[in-house]
């Protein structure tokens, strides 16, 4: 898992989350280690237990209302509870909410950053845990294709040379859409979901040996390249081994794994005269289908069963 710091947090998205910051400079170099975000709720009226001191802490409205009524010292009390610890990140008001003396005295003795920003609590929480669950994401490169056809998110793996470049070029000349060439990033989200792209210094190229290097955004337009993509079936292109006995009916599903998530794994076999685009099309809509409960093997296995029973 990567781990950021407030300084980034400031410089890639201090502007877009309108954030101003108020003191505690020097604590910019604090660790950003987990995306969830916290407000400070009951822990104002001094219940601490399971108190999550690693995140970043959001003062809104209520919490803001809630500590002015309270007196200077408890204030400081309270707050040098919450940000004296040795895992605390930061603290952020939001509605441009103006901080109180005991803040401004907490958060300039420890050197803790306090920040504000003019966005509403609701907005800002969904908004920033987005952001930081994107960049803590734990995340693999592995050698690969990476595309979306007929709107699932497809990775062709398999041995250099053996045309996943060539299969994804005849893809996008069908009209679907290419994410990644060669190197794909696989990032881990939230709600166990894994996103594929591609580097940006090669996104949306593809190198065809006997070619060279070509730019699918340049050569067939914006509609058939995305940045990313959810990563919902993976198809190993390998060569064809006439002593391997093949899947013929596909009654049986095989998965891999990529950062402990399993995702749905089929083996195609290259062999001269195979169209490997149309087949890699077939298995995408085939398991479209049975994302939607129609799995055609075991729907034939069950007709089958009817007729003998029959007779």
């Known amino acids: 898992m990567s781990i950021m710091d407030v300084n980034m947090l400031l410089k890639e998205r201090g502007e877009d989350f309108r954030l101003e910051v108020l003191t505690g400079v020097g604590g910019f170099g604090r660790k950003i280690a987990v995306s969830d975000i916290n407000r400070l709720g009951l822990a104002l009226t001094g219940f601490f237990d399971h108190f999550p001191y690693e995140r970043i802490q959001v003062i809104g409205i209520i919490e803001h209302t809630y500590l002015k009524h309270l007196k200077y010292d408890k204030q400081v009390t309270i707050l040098n509870k919450v940000f004296s610890h040795e895992k605390a ?3 952020i008001l939001t509605r441009n909410l103006r901080p109180t003396d005991a803040m401004i005295k907490v958060f300039s003795d420890l050197d803790i950053p306090l920040l504000r920003t003019e966005l509403k609590s609701s907005s800002f929480i969904g908004d920033l845990n987005y952001y930081l669950d994107d960049k803590l994401a734990p995340s ?3 050698h ?7 709107g699932l998110g497809v990775l062709l793996i398999g041995k250099s040379a053996i045309g996943k470049s060539e299969c994804a070029l005849e893809l996008v000349k069908r009209g679907h859409k290419l994410v990644s060439d060669d190197i794909v990033n696989i990032k881990k989200r939230s709600g ?3 996103v594929g792209s591609g580097l940006k210094l090669t996104k949306h190229l593809i190198e065809v040996r006997g070619i060279g290097v070509i730019d699918t955004k340049e050569l067939f337009g914006m509609g058939n390249i995305l940045d990313e ?6 198809i190993k292109l390998e060569e064809w081994d006439p002593v391997k006995q093949y899947e013929r009916v596909g009654f049986n599903e095989y998965y891999t794994e990529y950062l402990s998530v399993r995702i749905p794994e089929i083996t195609i076999p290259v062999a001269p005269g195979r169209n490997l685009a149309i087949l890699v099309e077939t298995a995408s809509l085939n398991q479209r289908l049975k994302n939607e409960g129609h799995f055609t093997a075991r729907n034939l296995d069950g007709r089958l069963l009817e007729e003998l029973n029959k007779k």
Request: proline residues 0%; aromatic residues 4%; hydrophobic residues 45%.
């Open 229 to 234: 993509s959810r990563i919902e079936l993976v």
């Open 192 to 194: 166990r979901t894994l």
């Open 89 to 91: 990140v930061g603290c």
């Open 144 to 150: 690969g294709v990476m595309t979306s056809i007929y």
């Open 140 to 142: 693999i490169k592995i």
